[in-house]
């Protein structure tokens, strides 16, 4: 890879980061959250039935926005290191495509040196055939 393209994929790198960051909280705080309810339970302060609604929130409250933020920022790293890594065409001032940058692209030289010797095939025929 050169140093551009590296430069280019460090904000994207940041977010995956962020991402994985998040999704660890996230499940720390899944556990230490069954913890508490599995103690609370125990002491018998929560009771078994008719608390369900307070412990999908305790749970919602604690850990689901997290991987839900961890979600979009892994979506939003994918989608910048999409958007970042295609190539765009040069465009000069005025708005028209600007064609002189030579691409890599190997099929054109493919062609033309078939063109050529398709012609030059030609002549040496038509030579032939005049003599």
């Given at each position: 890879?050169?140093?551009t393209?590296?430069?280019?994929?460090?904000?994207?790198i940041i977010?995956?980061?962020?991402?994985?960051?998040?999704?660890?909280?996230?499940?720390?705080?899944?556990?230490?959250?069954a913890d508490i309810i599995a103690q609370a339970k125990a002491m018998?302060?929560?009771?078994?039935?008719?608390?369900?609604y307070e412990i999908i929130n305790y749970y919602m409250g604690?850990?689901?926005?997290?991987?839900?933020y961890a979600i979009l920022l892994a979506a939003a790293g994918?989608?910048?290191?999409?958007?970042?890594?295609?190539?765009?065409v040069p465009v000069d001032?005025?708005?028209?495509?600007?064609?002189?940058i030579d691409d890599d692209d190997d099929d054109d030289d493919d062609a033309d040196e078939l063109l050529e010797n398709t012609v030059e095939t030609k002549n040496e025929s038509e030579a032939?055939?005049?003599?």
């Open positions: 890879m050169t140093k393209k590296i430069i280019r994929i460090i904000p994207s977010l995956y980061i962020s991402a994985v960051l998040l999704i660890a909280f996230a499940v720390w705080s899944f556990i230490y959250g018998g302060q929560l009771p078994d039935s008719g608390v369900q604690s850990c689901g926005q997290y991987a839900v994918y989608i910048l290191q999409r958007i970042q890594l295609t190539t765009c001032s005025v708005g028209t495509v600007n064609n002189s032939k055939s005049d003599s």
